[in-house]
């Protein structure tokens, strides 16, 4: 046997018949033979990746928001805190995501356009979730996922669940700041709307970190989330208008336009107004 067949290489083991290998580990087989192109088109496998990894990352997350949400309930922020720093970085990932899907060109997008159907990421079942969980509900959207009884249940209990930012805001109510009884009963279906109440708590922790350093650093990184989340929205729609320009969007709506709007969304509305009147 020479170097070349010997069934040992720099030590690596080789020999995977009797035990778990990486593939088997993180499933490869069913994540590499996931990518189905419709059209004869080269470019539908970008799209196609460029879809399946955001939903991966997205997966992380919500694995990790829910676990945020938990750690705020019960008072445990130092893991909050990490937690919160690691959905930024990947949510920072995302963004730079489009630079990839930028080198689509408008011809290449046309050629692969009449294979997708009415197929759209605003039916993400995941990325609703994630707005949910981020305080930005809206019951219409539950309707899109009728066609999956699982997917809808859980978008409902999320609809009817307060999302991380209602976790903070009751924490501050915890902390012995004054916070509006309506608030901390408010109806969590509803987007979250800014409160005078939840303003000046906040902008009580910001005018003497010192004493609520944790509160403080709670809010500075809610603040780098959304920061995060408003470039990938930003990124989107640009993306978009390379791509298609003002034409409707598979899903239906205006396309850009519609996008544009989702811009104006703000998650942690006190937290951004707090900041002129510093
Ligand atoms: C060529 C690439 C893309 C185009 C032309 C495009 C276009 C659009 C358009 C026009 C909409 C509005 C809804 C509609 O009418 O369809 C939309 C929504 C959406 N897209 Fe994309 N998109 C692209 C890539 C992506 C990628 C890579 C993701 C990653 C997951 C994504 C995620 C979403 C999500 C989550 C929404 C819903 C946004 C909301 O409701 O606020 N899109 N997209």
């Known amino acids: 046997m020479n170097d070349q067949t010997k069934a040992e290489w720099h030590g690596a083991q080789l020999d995977f018949k009797e035990s778990m290998s990486y593939g088997d580990y993180l499933g490869l087989d069913q994540i590499l033979s996931a990518q189905h192109p419709l059209s004869p088109n080269h470019n539908e496998m970008l799209f196609i990746?460029?879809?399946?990894?955001?939903?991966?990352?997205?997966?992380?997350?919500?694995?990790?928001?829910q676990a945020v949400r938990q750690n705020l309930r019960e008072g445990n922020l130092a893991p909050a805190f990490k937690m919160l720093a690691r959905v930024a970085r990947i949510m920072d990932q995302l963004v730079h995501a489009w630079d990839v899907l930028a080198t689509m060109t408008p011809p290449e997008y046309t050629a692969i356009r009449p294979y997708l159907g009415a197929s759209s990421g605003f039916q993400s079942f995941q990325y609703r979730q994630l707005e949910f969980i981020?305080?930005?509900?809206?019951?219409?959207?539950?309707a899109v996922h009728e066609k999956s009884p699982?997917?809808?249940?859980?978008?409902?209990?999320?609809?009817?669940?307060?999302?991380?930012?209602?976790?903070?805001?009751?924490?501050?109510?915890?902390?012995?700041?004054?916070?509006?009884?309506?608030?901390?009963?408010?109806?969590?279906?509803?987007?979250?709307?800014?409160?005078?109440?939840?303003?000046?708590?906040?902008?009580?922790?910001?005018?003497?970190?010192?004493?609520?350093?944790?509160?403080?650093?709670?809010?500075?990184k809610l603040v780098d989330l959304e920061t995060a989340f408003r470039f990938w929205?930003?990124?989107?729609?640009?993306?978009?208008?390379?791509?298609?320009?003002?034409?409707?969007?598979?899903?239906?709506?205006?396309?850009?336009?519609?996008?544009?709007?989702?811009?104006?969304?703000?998650?942690?509305?006190?937290?951004?107004?707090?900041?002129?009147?510093?």
């Open 134 to 142: 981020l305080g930005n509900k809206n019951p219409n959207l539950l």
């Open 233 to 278: 929205r930003f990124r989107h729609v640009s993306t978009v208008e390379r791509i298609i320009g003002f034409k409707q969007g598979t899903g239906g709506t205006s396309g850009a336009s519609y996008l544009r709007k989702m811009l104006d969304v703000v998650l942690f509305p006190e937290l951004f107004a707090l900041r002129t009147a510093l």
């Open 49 to 65: 990746i460029q879809h399946q990894t955001s939903e991966l990352w997205i997966k992380l997350m919500l694995h990790e928001m």
């Open 150 to 220: 699982e997917a809808h249940a859980i978008l409902d209990r999320e609809l009817h669940a307060p999302s991380v930012y209602d976790e903070a805001v009751m924490l501050l109510a915890r902390s012995g700041f004054a916070i509006a009884p309506e608030r901390l009963a408010a109806d969590w279906t509803r987007p979250t709307q800014l409160d005078e109440s939840v303003k000046a708590a906040w902008l009580g922790v910001y005018q003497d970190t010192e004493h609520h350093w944790a509160l403080y650093e709670l809010a500075e």
